[in-house]
């Protein structure tokens, strides 16, 4: 591995800034152990601290693991990250609520026509069971938000497509952030929820008979509908 010598003021910074490198260079992977602490410290010329430093920092993002006894290593699966990083980036920007919106919709009428082309019957029994605890739901605000994110989650994961996913559910998660609160008026009204579930059965039953086209326009009309309570509620 080719490490260099580090000359500043930030120095966990562009240890990270080397690991990244290498990764892209193809010159470490999944499951790879990393030198240790004495052999990076000599390599890099910096102090054993800023190398923990970095390390912690990499494996508070998810993306190394240490071993007690046996040394540093790229994690082999991401699926579990504690600390999504895209999810945090977002988190921490402001008055991105109407951003976020229109990415979720740019991706999620696409992944609804992957996964009406791709779904396994798993994910059709999957959705199946979600849309009807959304109709049983109504008055139950926690398990209705759950209920809503975890058919798009399936919908997502039912495009078999890693990238994807991984992108819905971190902008998914950003959106809890930012619009928690107007989230929780609109599945406390009983008419929208009656409209979520007859709008997610739709959808639903689209992917089931592999129907991209109507999926791609019902998500459509769905996600127009939240947007509009979303504004009314933001702007009211």
Do not use: W
């Not at 993306?63 to 895209?86: A, C, H, M, Q, W």
């Not at 497509?161 to 971190?170: A, C, Q, T």
């Not at 599945?187 to 109507?214: C, G, L, P, W, Y």
């Amino acid at each position: 591995m080719d490490f260099k010598p580090i000359k500043s003021d930030k120095v966990y910074e562009k240890v990270i800034g080397q690991i990244k490198n290498l990764i892209y260079e193809g010159k470490i992977g999944r499951g790879d152990k990393l030198p240790s602490e004495r052999k990076l410290k000599k390599q890099l010329g910096v102090s054993r601290a800023s190398i923990r430093e970095a390390f912690s920092a990499l494996e508070m993002i998810g993306l190394i693991k240490s071993r007690p006894g046996e040394g540093t290593f790229i994690k082999e699966s991401f699926d579990n990250n504690l600390v999504d990083p895209l999810s945090l980036v977002l988190l921490l920007n402001e008055n991105v609520a109407e951003e976020l919106l229109e990415l979720r919709r740019v991706l999620e009428v696409d992944c609804v026509r992957l996964a009406a082309k791709r779904a396994t019957e798993e994910d059709i029994e999957e959705m199946a069971e979600y849309i009807e605890q959304l109709f049983n739901s109504s008055g139950y605000e926690e398990i209705s938000i759950k209920s809503d994110k975890m058919f798009h989650y399936t919908i997502a994961k039912a495009s078999s497509n890693k990238v994807l996913e991984y992108i819905m559910r971190s902008i998914s998660e950003a959106m809890d952030f930012h619009i928690k609160n107007t989230r929780t008026k609109l599945v406390s009204k009983t008419e929208t929820m009656e409209n979520f579930a007859k709008q997610h059965k739709r959808i639903f039953k689209a992917i089931k008979n592999k129907d991209s086209k109507t999926a791609m326009n019902e998500m459509k009309n769905h996600l127009d509908y939240v947007e509009k309570l979303i504004n009314k509620e933001i702007e009211g």
